[in-house]
């Protein structure tokens, strides 16, 4: 069984600036992956980025990155020089591997973009 | 190459009526599932499917079915529906079980029961 939790329900950010998204969980699998998906007005859900529990380095994809904290069960995503297209609904996931591929999300986050 | 097809996109349905809310996947992908996201609470598995013929409940399964007759289609049935069951609705599948094959999502059905 696991547990996601996104604090933070509304965020803002200038374009072109920094922003980093918190999600802590808690689980009870030995190995397991988390994900960080984005939600546009669109409602499709977008894989952006995916941790595997057992790898220490910290995943990264182009603008976007995590700070994988394994001790503090903590997985926050990095975006930088952020864009107008990145607002949108973030959602954490975590899943064990050997749950037959069963996501635990968090409640989400509301990114706003300003110019 | 098509995806995860789910139709239709919109529904509105009368406590106590049945529906279908279809899902197709043209990527012969071994795993499915059927997630519902309600406000403030993200999205939760209603049921899934590791192969055809195979398939268990998820999180939150009440008050739905599915069944699994070919590798390609994963329908939900509402049997009776239900204000609670108001929802956005997304199929996912993926290559084989197990979350080293990321899940590719459909575009979700919005159903409303009133």
């Known amino acids: 069984a696991q547990t996601v939790t996104q604090s933070q329900p509304e965020m803002s950010v200038q374009e072109a600036e920094t922003v980093t998204l918190s999600c802590t969980y808690d689980?009870?699998?030995?190995?397991?992956?988390l994900f960080w998906y984005k939600q546009p007005p669109s409602r499709q859900m977008i894989l952006v980025i995916r941790q595997e529990a057992y790898k220490q380095q910290n995943a990264t994809e182009n603008r976007f990155s995590v700070n994988f904290q394994k001790a503090a069960k903590s997985f926050s995503l990095k975006i930088s020089d952020s864009q107008l297209g990145d607002a949108a609904m973030y959602f954490c996931?975590?899943?064990?591997?050997?749950?037959?591929?069963?996501?635990?999300f968090g409640t989400g986050t509301r990114l706003q973009v300003t110019l | 190459n098509a995806g995860v097809t789910q139709t239709p996109k919109f529904q509105v349905l009368k406590t106590g009526q049945s529906m279908t809310l279809q899902c197709a996947q043209d990527m012969n992908h071994e795993y499915m599932s059927w997630y519902r996201q309600d406000p403030g609470m993200g999205l939760r598995l209603i049921h899934y499917?590791?192969?055809?013929?195979?398939?268990d409940q998820g999180e939150v399964p009440n008050g739905y079915n599915v069944s699994r007759s070919t590798t390609e289609d994963f329908p939900l049935r509402l049997l009776s529906a239900a204000p609670s069951q108001t929802s956005v609705y997304f199929c996912a599948s993926s290559r084989r079980e197990g979350l080293i094959s990321p899940l590719h999502f459909g575009n979700g059905t919005r159903l409303t029961v009133t």
């Open positions: 499917s590791v192969g055809a013929g195979i398939t």
């Open positions: 689980t009870s699998e030995s190995d397991y992956y």
């Open positions: 996931a975590a899943g064990g591997t050997g749950t037959a591929s069963k996501l635990t």
